[in-house]
């Protein structure tokens, strides 16, 4: 199981930047494929990104396509996914959730939040003057 710990959300003005961080304790997180979603008051969780346990494959959804970046950290003791999200728009405001898909993934994706087995518990973002 891995034990998901999202951080680095806040308040931000449209046009800015975040960089969000998900902490796995799991020893083997490196054969986890991770993804990233939101949920927006009133709306359904929607996928953002993904990146397979190889971090050769990431996936966008359409609206995080070249201003969103996600990739694997090994700088610490514990591996991180981090997100990288630029040019923030007032519609990317919501609880982002880290998950992680716990046998080894050679893909990943964000079409279906069940594919995912571990899950953090969120932290919130906000886009807003």
């Known amino acids: 199981q891995a034990q998901l710990v999202e951080s680095g959300g806040g308040l931000v003005q449209p046009g800015g930047s975040l960089r969000l961080s998900c902490a796995a304790s799991?020893?083997?997180?490196?054969?986890?494929?991770i993804a990233w979603f939101r949920q927006a008051p009133g709306k359904e969780r929607e996928g953002v990104s993904c990146?397979?346990?190889?971090?050769?494959?990431?996936?966008?959804a359409d609206s995080a396509k070249g201003r969103f970046t996600i990739s694997r950290s090994r700088d610490n003791a514990k591996n991180t996914v981090l997100l990288q999200m630029n040019t923030l728009k007032p519609e990317d405001t919501g609880i982002y959730y880290c998950?992680?898909?716990?046998?080894?993934?050679?893909?990943?994706?964000?079409?279906?939040?069940?594919?995912?087995?571990?899950w953090g518990r969120g932290t919130q973002v906000t886009v807003s003057s």
């Open positions: 990146i397979n346990s190889r971090g050769d494959i990431t996936i966008y």
């Open positions: 799991a020893s083997n997180v490196d054969y986890y494929a």
């Open positions: 998950a992680a898909a716990l046998a080894a993934k050679a893909s990943c994706t964000i079409a279906t939040a069940a594919w995912y087995d571990d």
